[in-house]
Nanobody, 121 residues
Framework: QALLEESGGGLVQDGGSLRLSCVASENIASIDAANWFRQAPGKQRELVAALSNRGTTNYADSVKGRFTISKDSAKNTVFLQMNNLKPEDTAVYYC???????????????WGQGTQVTVSS
């Protein structure tokens, strides 16, 4: 069983919306901080949105005002709401969290498997 399960990607038209979800398995006790990265073909992976353990958020300039990162601690789930999507947002999106494993004490880093987002013009 994957420790992080991503979902919500797909094909959407220019200007559309998608919400990505990243659900932590029962092997993860709690999510501390979270990030969403993306990687387009032929490009390096880039940080899109970050949520600190204090609740502060930061976004890449290219997505400010359009994307929102959030967390539901009760469900151990991280979200990325993406509005007004553009063709240049097309990429594989990865969830990345700092989390405490069940029965553990220290924060470890975990990655999701990635979900494809394709925005057509």
């Amino acid at each position: 069983q994957a420790l992080l399960e991503e979902s919500g990607g797909g094909l959407v038209q220019d200007g559309g919306s998608l919400r990505l979800s990243c659900v932590a398995s029962e092997n993860i006790a709690s999510i501390d901080a979270a990030n969403w990265f993306r990687q387009a073909p032929g490009k390096q992976r880039e940080l899109v949105a970050a949520l600190s353990n204090r609740g502060t958020t930061n976004y890449a300039d290219s997505v400010k005002g359009r994307f929102t990162i959030s967390k539901d601690s009760a469900k151990n789930t991280v979200f990325l709401q993406m509005n007004n999507l553009k063709p240049e947002d097309t990429a594989v999106y990865y969830c990345n969290v700092g989390a405490v494993p069940s029965g553990g004490y220290y924060v470890n880093e975990y990655w999701g498997q990635g979900t494809q987002v394709t925005v057509s013009s």
